[in-house]
Nanobody
């Protein structure tokens, strides 16, 4: 059983910073791509950032220059450093990962339960 658990969300004023973390646990072979998604109130879930195992990154245009995705492969951790936060960044933030299980024979996609980020103006 593989679990992704996010932490680090909270309430912050506009212009402030937060750092989200995602811990992967359970029985698996290795973690491939990792992503942060978010779902603003009343809107669809959207991709925020992606990082490969070799630390190649991609960002949504709306967060470029403000957010930084990183990972620690030894600790099976994913991070999202969010700076210069805006009210429109308010959302439920989800960790998502493509994980090899069954000794590397199967690739499955997993979601965390989400962590709330609220940015006040």
């Amino acid at each position: 059983q593989v679990q992704l658990v996010e932490s680090g969300g909270g309430l912050v004023q506009a212009g402030g910073s937060l750092r989200l973390s995602c811990a992967a646990s359970g029985s698996f072979f290795s973690i491939n791509l990792m992503h942060w998604y978010r779902q603003p109130p009343g809107k669809q879930r959207e991709l925020v950032a992606t990082i490969s195992r070799s630390d190649r990154t991609n960002y949504a245009d709306s967060v470029k220059g403000r957010f930084t995705i990183s990972r620690d492969n030894a600790k099976n951790m994913l991070y999202l450093q969010m700076n210069t936060l805006k009210p429109e960044d308010t959302a439920l933030y989800y960790c998502n990962a493509d994980i090899y299980i069954n000794e590397g024979r199967s690739l499955r996609n997993y979601w965390g339960q989400g962590t709330q980020v609220t940015v006040s103006s």
